[in-house]
């Protein structure tokens, strides 16, 4: 059967979404938006109100192999306008891509939407996500808005993101921002390591650190993109992650109890956040086991009557106990200064150093471990605040139990210019 080119034509074509029509840039002025595939391809078009013509168009982002329908909604802008969020569904209907934009000066651009681990990408699987504009908040500008609810293997796992728009980007509203695992809020807390409180004592004092290097820790995770929200406790490279299943708040103002795992009697940890800050400065274990129960810190550190809780011991050590100006015992100066402090990065020789605790050899109590590659590693033996060896040192790939580092010949001393000589 022979079928007329029209009817060929109107059955391969797919459908357009309906238009929007609206004011766009906050001028006053109407426009009428649509869009569309074409081809393998899809465009969004801006068109003047009622005339029709075509002010400007661009094209959007489709699945692999095009994309066989396109949806447009818009947020208000109040008056600055408006946005408008193309999304195109590929031809198989389990990918889609979206992409926002602003018609701005009679063209259109896009308005990236950013999340707290760098941009979105503008494809993927179909209905993992649902999208929309939140415009909750009276007399506020419509915010970008995507949920989903998903099983895990530590139950089901809840989350909205919400962004708003700043200057030329979406960028993310921590305070409208939601993660639920086994329906119990996912805090946003300062990763901190936690340390038995007796063994920084070493910290502070910069002299022989092996209780801290080997003893027990905690650090609370809270990954709220994965739905993980736990505790995790043990010795260095043989942890274990305890799920939370119960929260409520402690005796103390800026107090927070925690239930974790299943057993009975529960183990609880009772946390206290740094000054109300969402950062764990003290934690108190009780139920775990009697060779970690017991009380908790972060490194910290108080500067200008203010109080810093840092990641790790190690990045205590480095910014207050290893900044600053050193010489040799042959009268070689050394200057150590902080490069970078998220993460903490010492610039030392003009090469970039990291500091852990971890893989330190016997007899030394921290390494430093070069950013990629350059210089050789070296390992640290603190002799008191003002003096440390400085030891060149080989050191394998990390592993379970951190990395094997060894001596790799003799170290030098290092005091600290215009301390008063006390070394150890």
């Known amino acids: 059967m022979i079928l007329p080119l029209t009817f060929l ?21 109407v426009e009428t938006v649509t869009a569309g595939p074409r081809g393998k391809k899809a465009r969004v078009e801006v068109r003047a109100s009622p005339s029709g013509k075509v002010i400007t168009h661009a094209e959007v982002p489709v699945p692999a192999g095009g994309a066989s329908a396109v949806s447009i ?45 760098g941009p979105l990408p503008d494809c993927g699987k179909r209905g993992v996500w649902t999208y929309g504009w939140d415009g909750s908040v009276p007399d506020s500008p419509s915010q970008y808005r995507r949920e989903r609810t998903r099983e895990t293997p530590g139950g089901t796992h809840h989350q909205v993101e919400s962004f708003r728009y700043a200057g030329f980007t979406l960028e993310p509203d921590a305070a409208r921002t939601v993660a639920e695992i086994r329906g119990l809020v996912i805090p946003s807390w300062y990763p901190t390591r936690l340390y038995q409180k007796a063994s920084l004592e070493s910290l502070y004092a910069r002299y022989d650190l092996s209780a801290l290097k080997r003893g027990p820790r905690l650090q609370i ?36 109890v925690l239930t ?133 040192i080989l050191c394998g790939e990390p592993g379970s139990s951190g990395r094997d580092c060894r001596a790799a010949g003799p170290g030098e001393i290092l005091h600290r210019v215009g301390a008063r000589m006390n070394a150890r």
Request: net charge negative; aromatic share 6%.
């Open 221 to 256: 995770v809270t990954d709220r993109n994965d739905g993980v929200f736990g505790v995790r406790i043990g010795l260095p490279g043989a942890e274990e992650l305890l799920p939370v299943t119960a929260r409520a708040p402690g005796p103390e103002k800026h107090d927070v």
């Open 260 to 392: 974790l795992g299943s057993k009975t009697p529960p183990v609880q940890l009772r946390i206290t956040l740094a000054g109300g800050a969402p950062v764990p400065g003290e934690a108190v274990l009780s139920g775990y086991s009697p060779a970690f129960d017991g009380f908790y810190s972060g490194a910290m550190h108080i500067t200008e009557g203010r109080l810093r809780v840092f990641e790790t011991a190690a990045d205590e050590l480095a910014t207050n106990g290893l900044v600053g100006t050193w010489t040799s015992e042959q009268g070689e100066p050394m200057s150590i200064a902080l490069a970078s402090s998220d993460p903490v990065t010492l610039d030392i020789r003009r090469s970039k150093y990291r500091v852990e605790l971890e893989g330190a050899p016997e007899g030394m109590d921290a390494v430093a471990l070069p950013s990629g590659g350059g210089p050789p590693a070296r390992g640290l033996q603190l002799r008191g605040p003002n003096s440390f060896s400085w030891i060149p």
């Open 73 to 117: 909604s818009a947020g208000s802008l109040g008056s600055a306008g408006a946005l408008i969020e193309v999304a195109a569904t590929g031809a198989a209907g389990t990918e889609e891509c979206r992409s926002v934009w602003r018609f701005r000066e009679r063209s259109l651009s896009r308005v990236p939407v950013t999340g707290r681990a």
């Open 9 to 29: 034509f109107l059955a391969a074509a797919a459908p357009a979404a309906p238009p929007l029509t609206l004011d766009l840039d906050g001028d006053g002025t």
